[in-house]
C-alpha cells in the first residue's frame, strides 16, 4: 500500500526537507505552496492519504484549509506551525486536526508520529467492513449482503465503501461526488442519484440502507428489514 502525503507549506526550503524526510521512510510527498493550492490537489487526486499542514499560509490559512477539507473528509490531518504555545494546539485540535506539530521539531518525534498515523491507515484500510447484513472485504474487494455475493462496478464500491464509513451522517451529493467522482468533475451531478439507484437494487433489500434525505443528500442507516 503505498501511502501519499501532502505537504502544505508557502517556504520552500522547510517544505523540501519534510519531503525528504517523507522520502526516507518510504512514503510519496505531494507539495502544494499555499492554501489554495493544497486545497486543489487534495480533490483532483482524491488518493492523498495524510495531510501535513502548515497554518500561515498565503491565500488561504492552514484553518481555512482544514475547514473545507473536514466538510468533505475525515482524512488524517497534521497542523505544522510555529505557533507552538497551548493555546494554539487547543485550537488546531478543535478545529478537527488529528495532531499538531511544533516548528522548530524533532526529527524522530516527526518520524515516529507519522508512522503511527500510517499504522492505523493501513489497520483501517484492509479491515472488513460490516454493517447490518453488508460485508465488505477491502482487501480483496468483495461485497456480500446476507452472505451472498454480488457484483459491484468500481464507482459502486466506492460508494458503498463511503457510505459504510460514514454511516447515519448526511452526506450532501456535493461532498458524494468531490469523493467518489473528485473536485473538478463537470457532469451532471444527477449521475449520483443514477448510480445510487443502480447500487439498492444490487443491494438487493439491503438496499433501503441508503435513505434519501429529501432537500440535502443521502443517509446510509442500517435498519431491521
Not at 489554495?36 to 490559512?61: H, S
Request: one cysteine or more; glycine letters at 6%.
Amino acid at each position: 500500500m503505498e501511502i501519499k502525503i501532502l505537504i502544505a507549506e508557502d517556504d520552500a526550503i522547510f517544505r523540501e526537507l519534510v519531503c525528504d524526510i517523507i522520502r526516507k521512510e518510504g512514503y510519496i510527498p505531494i507539495e502544494a505552496c499555499d492554501g489554495k493550492e493544497a486545497i486543489d490537489v487534495f480533490f483532483n487526486l482524491k488518493d492523498i492519504d495524510i495531510i501535513i499542514l502548515d497554518v500561515m499560509m498565503p491565500v488561504y490559512d492552514g484553518w481555512e484549509v482544514l475547514k473545507e477539507i473536514r466538510e468533505h473528509s475525515d482524512i488524517p490531518v497534521i497542523m505544522l506551525t510555529a505557533l507552538g504555545d497551548e493555546k494554539h494546539e487547543v485550537i488546531g485540535l478543535n478545529k478537527g486536526a488529528d495532531d499538531y506539530i511544533s516548528k522548530p521539531f524533532s526529527y524522530e518525534v516527526f518520524i515516529a508520529r507519522i508512522n503511527n498515523m500510517v499504522r492505523k491507515l493501513k489497520k483501517e484500510h484492509f479491515k472488513e467492513l460490516i454493517m447490518g447484513k453488508i460485508k465488505i472485504n477491502q482487501e480483496t474487494h468483495k461485497v456480500s449482503v446476507d452472505d451472498f455475493e454480488v457484483e459491484l462496478n468500481n464507482k459502486e464500491y466506492s460508494l458503498l465503501t463511503y457510505f459504510l464509513k460514514n454511516c447515519n451522517r448526511v452526506l450532501t451529493r456535493e461532498q458524494i461526488l468531490c469523493n467518489i467522482w473528485g473536485y473538478d468533475f463537470n457532469g451532471d451531478i444527477r449521475t449520483i442519484d443514477t448510480h445510487i439507484k443502480t447500487l439498492r437494487a444490487k443491494l438487493l433489500n439491503c438496499g433501503n440502507y441508503i435513505k434519501t434525505v429529501r432537500g440535502s443528500g443521502y443517509m446510509f442507516e442500517v435498519s431491521s428489514i
